[in-house]
């Protein structure tokens, strides 16, 4: 578990939620109850009241708290508010504890030790309200990743569909279209053959051009696809599947951190360094254990063997505690709960954290190569209506203005007719050659964009995403450059890729105009910048981009801004994004990997 996820959860709105208001009840009311009031069994209801109406004040006292955090807008104020807060309620804590019991029982408050009561108070305050902060963000980015994969990829489909159904058509267009137009030529040559004649078949090409033109600047939205399916719902999950061990050490650290200074205040620190020799071990050993019985296990066996092995490892803590200290305290066995309490959160948070990491990596992987083949063969399927529309109005055309002129000024010879057929059958021929070379292309997965790409890749973005795009004049004629236009698409198609994954934003913007020698990229989209994103920043995946990527917060946008140099011997090959690999406590054996 790095920084940057704690910080993330942090400043994220999910330290003051509802898991984490009832949660901090059960640990006022167990683990961190006023025990220095206990002093024999009917005095527990006298102690579990205290800590019970203690929390119900430092509760009340940090509403506003948590209203002024939702107004905040910069993350940095948000988690020094957050932070401030926590730590000031845990080092009241114990004092409130005493003015509620002077004010219920009327005896006299017990103020001894408030240096280790305090520690212990904000390391168990910090550190367990990090945790369940870091598991209910975790579970946010995952559920929200999860909705907006299947979102961009109903929608996605959605437009494979409707693409189907614009190809099939085009082929029931082309081939029909290229027939009458050769019909009509051998009815017009088996007449009269004159100016009049020539230049009424000239216009039959000439519209059957324009609507192909028209049909290949359609836009695809406007065909019906079939009815989408429901989104399939993930199975139900048993809690014991939501538990994945914490790296080793980890729950050890966290316990010990929160008790030893009480062990140091009750017995002094030769026995709480005993303490620290004799409990790492054992939590060492529970870390080994759990791994190895679960390797072969199941998911939902796994959660089971941990909270067991823990449970055991509570145990074996309070004995140790018993030996060392040696009285009666009914805080001795408090590592009997709060030993299994600390894996279990972590465990959870644990997984809570692999899999939001994985939902992001999936969604990252999923959308950028949906859309860039969706685009690609988008970009196929106009293709032959752009090329008979331009051998109708180039060779076609052309051939019927030089057979008419020739009309006017001559008689037709046998030869003149001949070759007017010759060329305009080979012009035909072309276009339903270049239609079954298109297919065969399609069939052996070879389809490649054209210079065409970016802007297809935009057409297609706008099924999932509101685009906007501003691309100057000078920036659309050197995007006539197939590679340059292919790699101003790469970079685009990553700026809409992230204004899914990291905001909430519907509208994007992309702007490309000519700076200097370089053509300078921009998508933006309304948002705030994670300076440490919860998922790592190795996902941002700017890097593979090209040198002067950056991407920064303006005003109340995120901008992804990449300059392309304009010199062709400059211009990368689009780069193949290597897709991170996850934390190494996040991966499964593969032998573990197949069961559950």
Request: proline letters at 5%; a positive charge.
């Amino acid at each position: 578990m790095s920084t940057h996820v704690w910080w993330d959860a942090v400043t994220s709105h999910a330290f003051f939620t509802g898991p984490a208001i009832w949660i901090s009840l059960v640990i006022s009311l167990t683990v961190m109850a006023p025990y220095q009031h206990y002093s024999g069994p009917s005095s527990y209801v006298q102690v579990v009241t205290v800590a019970a109406v203690g929390w119900a004040v430092l509760v009340a006292a940090l509403i506003p708290v948590a209203r002024l955090e939702r107004r905040l807008q910069r993350a940095s104020h948000r988690g020094i508010l957050v932070l401030t807060a926590i730590i000031l309620a845990a080092v009241l804590r114990p004092f409130v504890h005493e003015g509620v019991y002077l004010l219920l029982y009327g005896d006299a408050a017990d103020i001894s030790a408030p240096i280790a009561r305090i520690v212990s108070n904000v390391v168990v305050w910090v550190a367990g309200l990090s945790i369940i902060a870091m598991t209910v963000r975790s579970i946010e980015l995952t559920r929200g990743s999860r909705q907006r994969l299947t979102t961009a990829i109903a929608a996605l489909t959605a437009g494979r569909r409707r693409l189907a159904r614009f190809e099939s058509e085009n082929r029931e267009i082309l081939g029909p279209l290229v027939s009458d137009l050769r019909r009509n030529r051998d009815r017009m040559l088996a007449g009269t053959i004159d100016f009049a004649a020539v230049r009424d078949y000239a216009d039959q090409v000439r519209t059957a051009s324009h609507r192909l033109e028209e049909r290949a600047g359609l836009d695809l939205r406007v065909f019906a696809s079939a009815a989408e399916g429901k989104a399939v719902e993930p199975p139900p999950r048993s809690a014991f599947t939501m538990l994945r061990p914490a790296p080793y050490l980890v729950t050890g650290f966290v316990f010990l951190l929160g008790s030893v200074p009480y062990v140091h205040h009750v017995a002094g620190p030769w026995v709480a360094l005993a303490a620290i020799l004799l409990s790492g071990p054992v939590t060492f050993a529970a870390d080994i254990v759990v791994r190895v019985l679960g390797r072969t296990s199941s998911r939902a066996r796994r959660g089971r063997i941990l909270i067991a092995v823990w449970i055991a490892a509570g145990g074996v803590m309070t004995l140790i505690s018993h030996l060392l200290v040696g009285t009666g305290e009914p805080a001795l066995s408090v590592p009997l709960v709060s030993v299994p309490f600390v894996a279990v959160a972590l465990a959870a948070c644990t997984d809570a954290i692999a899999r939001a990491s994985d939902s992001a990596h999936r969604l990252e992987a999923v959308l950028g190569l949906v859309a860039r083949t969706l685009t690609a063969k988008t970009a196929s399927a106009r293709r032959p209506l752009r090329n008979a529309a331009h051998v109708l109005h180039g060779r076609v055309q052309g051939r019927c203005v030089l057979l008419a002129a020739a009309a006017d000024e001559w008689e037709l010879t046998p030869d003149d007719i001949t070759r007017f057929r010759r060329e305009t059958d080979a012009a035909f021929d072309s276009i339903l050659a270049f239609i079954a070379e298109t297919d065969s292309a399609a069939l052996e997965g070879s389809v490649q964009s054209a210079h065409e790409d970016l802007f297809e890749l935009v057409a297609t973005w706008r099924a999932v995403l509101g685009v906007t795009s501003d691309i100057s004049p000078a920036a659309v004629d050197v995007l006539i450059e197939p590679a340059l236009s292919r790699r101003v698409a790469t970079i685009v198609n990553e700026g809409f890729v992230n204004a899914i994954k990291h905001s909430i934003a519907k509208e994007v913007r992309v702007d490309i105009d000519v700076v200097g020698d370089a053509l300078l990229v921009r998508t933006s989209s309304i948002g705030i910048l994670d300076r440490a994103p919860a998922v790592g920043p190795e996902l941002r995946g700017i890097s593979v981009l090209g040198p002067g990527a950056r991407i920064y917060q303006r005003d109340d946008a995120v901008v992804l801004e990449v300059p392309v140099p304009l010199s062709v011997d400059h211009v990368e090959p689009a780069p193949v994004v290597a897709l991170p690999r996850r934390a190494w406590w996040t991966r499964r054996s593969p032998r573990a990997s197949r069961v559950g």
